[in-house]
């Protein structure tokens, strides 16, 4: 028996970070939403009580840093499942991009598998289970549109934002997460607005969403590598209405709501950017069925 389940990318309307906490995580407020930019995950049930991972990316990993691996051992060892599974990533989400493909990844294999292997769980238990395994994966579970905090396993739903084009440019260089929170001078930078990002995506207003698009974590990446605050410039330059970069980076999306726009800035991109993507933002949550 199989089963094809997607997984969707995400990107930060909004990312704050509040304060180091004393467990050494980071204290964050994020709103997220989804985007129509998945990896195609395939659930295949074997009998060896085995888990395998396949993909064709050599960035993938097939063993237990996968965390769509975590995710298949951590059901299969809280409910005492005594099936296997081959799980097939076709990646189409760049890796360690900022969009969280990985926590994706093993989001879809917690969904997939709870429909597999019949454990009846719920969005919401699926959702705790999934923040053992990575900070974006409780979000992910869930799908749509959210305010989260904690360190981001705390989740509250949102409305779907007004309907635009997301362009995103991903350059050839990869960003540790760990390296950007740890160069992070909370005292020193400018915070975003979260409760204004929530009103303007309450009044489906896009030009209040553009307006109060802002991510924390932004200027250290841009000091770090430079070549994304040149997208940031060219995507500015091309006519984008808001341009950010989504988590720690590297890579950054311009919202804009006319084809003709998209087209040019798209097309302007993809002459010095080795990824690049024009897509719609899905904004609502995924069901169980």
């Excluded at 691996?69 to 990646?91: M, S």
């Excluded at 989260?148 to 409305?159: D, F, Q, V, Y």
């Excluded at 896009?206 to 924390?216: L, P, S």
Aim: charged content about 20%; glycine content about 8%.
């Amino acid at each position: 028996m199989k089963l094809l389940v997607k997984a969707p990318a995400k990107i930060n309307l909004a990312l704050d970070v509040l304060y180091k906490r004393p467990d050494g995580y980071h204290e964050v407020e994020m709103i997220m939403t989804t985007i129509d930019l998945a990896d195609r995950v395939e659930l295949a049930l074997t009998n060896d009580d085995k888990i395998h991972i396949l993909s064709h990316n050599r960035y993938v990993p097939d063993d237990q840093r996968n965390l769509a691996f975590q995710a298949a051992q951590l059901l299969k060892d809280r409910y005492q499942v005594k099936k296997g599974v081959v799980i097939t990533i076709e990646k189409i989400i760049p890796v360690a991009a900022g969009l969280a493909g990985g926590s994706s990844d093993a989001a879809a294999t917690l969904r997939g598998l709870n429909k597999l292997w019949g454990l009846g769980l719920t969005l919401d238990e699926l959702a705790k289970l999934g923040s053992e395994i990575g900070s974006d994966v409780s979000f992910c579970v869930y799908g749509g549109t959210a305010l989260a905090k904690g360190r981001g396993e705390s989740i509250t739903e949102l409305p779907a934002p007004p309907t635009c084009w997301v362009i995103l440019a991903k350059p050839f260089i990869g960003v540790s997460t760990a390296e950007v929170y740890r160069r992070l001078n909370i005292n020193g930078c400018g915070h975003p607005n979260i409760a204004a990002m929530i009103n303007a995506i309450h009044q489906h207003d896009y030009q209040q969403v553009c307006a109060n698009v802002g991510n924390v974590l932004e200027d250290v990446t841009l000091n770090l590598h430079p070549e994304v605050a040149q997208i940031k410039d060219q995507m500015k330059r091309f006519g984008a209405d808001a341009v950010l970069m989504s988590g720690s980076g590297p890579t950054v999306f311009g919202l804009v709501q006319h084809d003709s726009r998209m087209h040019r800035i798209y097309n302007g991109l993809r002459g010095f950017c080795d990824q690049v993507f024009a897509v719609r933002m899905l904004g609502e949550r995924h069901s169980l069925d």
